[in-house]
């Protein structure tokens, strides 16, 4: 499986972005999907994953309620609304299709994209 984020900008705070991934390969469906984010200076850490099925999300505390993460198994994509952005969101943006939790650096991880929230 490959992935390709894109959607990033920059955006003021309290703004929006919907960042999307495109997968290409096979057994998309087989695989749980989440978005990861690095800011500078801090530790990748996770922001919202999704089931294989899609039924069940889970999110990080610091974006319940603001981000939306959802995918498409037909068009092989996987999306993360975000709302309400805050400039403490500003980072790289990571996708990654893994079978493991939390997935390893081994699994399937698609090129960020920047996101900027400007206050």
């Known amino acids: 499986v490959q992935l390709q984020a894109s959607g990033g900008g920059l955006v003021q705070a309290g703004g929006s972005l919907r960042l999307s991934c495109a997968a290409s390969?096979?057994?998309?469906?087989?695989?749980?999907l989440g978005w990861f984010r690095q800011a500078p200076g801090k530790e990748r850490e996770i922001v919202a994953a999704?089931?294989?099925?899609?039924?069940?999300?889970k999110y990080a505390d610091s974006v319940k309620g603001r981000f939306t993460i959802s995918r498409d198994n037909a068009k092989k994509m996987v999306y993360l609304q975000m709302n309400s952005l805050k400039s403490e969101d500003t980072a790289v943006y990571y996708c990654?299709?893994?079978?493991?939790?939390?997935?390893?650096?081994?699994?399937?991880w698609g090129k960020g994209t920047q996101v900027t929230v400007s206050s």
């Open positions: 990654v299709a893994s079978n493991n939790w939390p997935p390893r650096d081994d699994d399937y």
């Open positions: 390969g096979r057994f998309f469906s087989s695989y749980r």
């Open positions: 999704v089931s294989r099925s899609g039924g069940d999300t």
